[in-house]
């Protein structure tokens, strides 16, 4: 995939792609010093992780709020998304702070103003409760185990999107006692298979309908130990 063809599926500004392009450079540099991404061809970072990443807001029209990455990594699909959208302020969590040292190049060198780290794990993030308006998971969890740690940080109305491949419909039918007991809806199961190697994707997105009981989300030993 191009720079172009990922412009033009998104209506992308050129000042957004040249950013991609600065994150992509990083990338690969960063890549030799700390394990960041298995993905280091630029036509594959550009479909498989910006692309892949921007999926959801065909789907999902955001408006100014508070947006929750969590698990980010490499910034995927946080950093992709702020820099798409300055209009919702990021925050990037992982439990891993090296890669925060690599994400601050990337805020650096892109210029991206909408988005702070939080270091740690989420479901130690209880002063969040019911704080963001999103909170996107990818590559993260089981479905169950993303509801259990995502829905209680969100606000009734909030939406949750959970990137899932092609086992997304089995994840949602063990998630069905999950969905009922944190307070969340199923809005839409995107299907969607990347333009040029043909993947598919399947994204669950959530909105969160009803307030999440104090008790959740459970230590991760617990949840780990058993879903929902």
């Known amino acids: 995939m191009t720079y172009e063809e990922l412009q033009k599926a998104f209506d992308l500004s050129d ?49 100014k709020g508070a947006y929750l990455d969590m698990g980010t990594g490499a910034g995927f699909p946080g950093m992709v998304i702020a820099i798409a959208h300055p209009e919702l302020y990021v925050t990037l969590a992982d439990s891993t702070k090296k890669k925060f040292i690599f994400l601050q190049a990337v805020k650096d060198a892109c210029g991206v103003k909408n988005v702070s780290f939080q270091s740690g794990r989420v479901e130690e993030m209880r002063t969040f409760h019911e704080h963001y308006d999103y909170v996107s998971a990818r590559g993260f969890s089981a479905l ?44 839409t199961i995107q ?30 030993a617990e949840i780990s130990k058993r879903h929902l």
């Open 15 to 63: 000042e957004v792609i040249e950013s991609y392009k600065k994150y992509a450079a990083l990338l690969k540099e960063w890549n030799e010093k700390i394990n960041l991404t298995s993905i280091t061809e630029e036509s594959e970072v550009i479909e498989k992780h910006f692309y892949d990443s921007l999926l959801p807001t065909k789907e999902v029209k955001f408006q």
């Open 144 to 187: 169950p185990n993303v509801l259990e740690l995502g829905l209680p940080l969100l606000k009734i109305g909030g939406i949750l999107i959970s990137y899932k491949g092609s086992n997304a419909i089995e994840e949602l039918r063990e998630s069905e006692r999950a969905l009922k007991k944190l307070g969340g809806t199923l809005m």
């Open 191 to 220: 299907k969607e298979k990347l333009p040029t190697n043909g993947d598919e994707r399947q994204n669950i997105i959530v909105r969160k309908s009803a307030k999440t009981p104090s008790r959740f989300p459970r230590s991760w």
